[in-house]
């Protein structure tokens, strides 16, 4: 069933704020399987697709995550949290030829393509020029994910909140997380309640954003 988007994307960017606390309601099924289905559009790089996402909805395994971080009051409340992980496997040949697969199919893979990807993707995983360790590399893809997902969920009219504090170590033992997999955040998602949580602020674009090189102002 299509999911009637709630707000347009200018009003859930600039509504989005990380909840503090969530109302028992659930998620309707459907609306979940949307936010899921148009996050997981997120680019990657070689299109590997590492996040992998653990779908805690018993109230069981809600508590054991709570505890897992620090305690953390929207867990336990939220009906739906999502353990974020990223897999550091992806460049295992047999990976990489579920995606050239994949890309054949639509069209996005020919012979050629695939031939660069089996030979460029081990290689970028062996010298990383552009990460200094895989965990970075898998951080980075997830949380674009994760920022896909917390924007639909609020255009949706579900609401969420990123989250850092927890021990992974933890969270991977108790969630049967294998050793190659990194946990990169919990979101917990929801209809969020009282208390509501102030717009904390922006720097303006003039602070952080520069124009050439670093530290040149930028004026639009
Ligand atoms: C990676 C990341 C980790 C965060 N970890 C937590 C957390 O553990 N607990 C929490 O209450 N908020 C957490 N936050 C929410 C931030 O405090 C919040 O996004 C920030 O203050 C800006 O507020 P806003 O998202 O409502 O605009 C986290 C946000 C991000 C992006």
């Known amino acids: 069933m299509e999911q009637k988007t709630i707000l347009d994307l200018k009003d859930a960017i600039e509504q989005r704020r990380a909840a503090l606390s969530f109302r028992s309601e659930p998620i309707p099924e459907a609306t979940l399987s949307e936010i899921l289905r148009l996050g997981l559009m997120a680019p990657s790089g ?3 697709q590492p996040w992998r996402f653990i779908v805690v909805r018993e109230q069981e395994n809600k508590e054991k995550l709570k505890a897992c ?3 953390q009051r929207q867990i336990s409340e939220a009906p739906v949290v999502l353990i974020c992980c990223g897999d550091r496997t992806v460049a295992k040949p047999e ?6 697969s994949m890309g054949k199919e639509t069209g996005a893979v020919n012979d050629g393509y695939a031939g ?3 030979q460029s993707i081990p290689q970028l995983f062996e ?11 898998t951080n980075r893809h ?4 994760v920022a896909h997902i917390m924007i639909v969920a609020k255009s949706l ?4 909140c990123p989250m850092e504090g927890f021990v992974a170590a933890q969270v991977k033992e108790i969630f049967q997380i294998p050793t190659e997999i990194d946990v990169c ?3 917990p998602l929801g209809y969020a309640t009282e208390p509501f949580k102030q717009y904390g602020g922006r720097f303006p674009s003039e602070q952080v954003c520069y124009s050439e090189t670093y530290g040149q102002t930028l004026r639009l």
């Open 46 to 48: 070689f299109n590997l």
């Open 69 to 71: 971080a620090f305690n």
């Open 95 to 100: 990976y990489i030829e579920t995606i050239i």
């Open 116 to 118: 660069v990807m089996r």
């Open 127 to 137: 010298y990383h020029p552009s990460f200094e360790s895989i965990e970075a590399w």
């Open 142 to 145: 997830t949380m674009l994910a």
């Open 157 to 160: 009219g579900v609401d969420s």
């Open 185 to 187: 955040c919990l979101l």
